[in-house]
Nanobody, 114 residues
Framework: QVQLVESGGGLAQAGGSLRLSCAAS????????MAWFRQAPGKEREFVAR????????QYSDSVKGRFTISRDNAKNTVYLEMNSLKPEDTAVYYC???????WGQGTLVTVSS
């Protein structure tokens, strides 16, 4: 059973940057695609980015394409989300997901002020 723990959230100004981390424990995630989702207050959880098991393929939602970068370090069993040019509408709780394992982290809050 895998545990996912997100970190790196916090308060940022519009135009600023944050880097989120998702550390996995309990089993390796190196053979699994991983993803980030987010849920803003009063809204449905939405897809943000996905990365293939070897990092060779990435996908992004239109709302973050060109601003966010997903990456992974399989040696560290960790996935990252580099967020640049942040906007107030990026404010949300960000969740790490391993779909094949049915696993979600507890989330980390990102707040972007205008």
């Amino acid at each position: 059973q895998v545990q996912l723990v997100e970190s790196g959230g916090g308060l940022a100004q519009a135009g600023g940057s944050l880097r989120l981390s998702c550390a996995a424990s309990g089993r390796t995630i190196s053979v699994y695609n991983m993803a980030w989702f987010r849920q803003a207050p009063g809204k449905e959880r939405e897809f943000v980015a996905r990365i293939s098991w070897n990092g060779g393929t990435t996908q992004y939602s239109d709302s973050v394409k060109g601003r966010f970068t997903i990456s992974r370090d399989n040696a560290k069993n960790t996935v990252y989300l580099e967020m640049n040019s942040l906007k107030p509408e990026d404010t949300a709780v960000y969740y790490c997901n391993a779909a094949a394992l049915g696993a979600w982290g507890q989330g980390t809050l990102v707040t972007v002020s205008s």
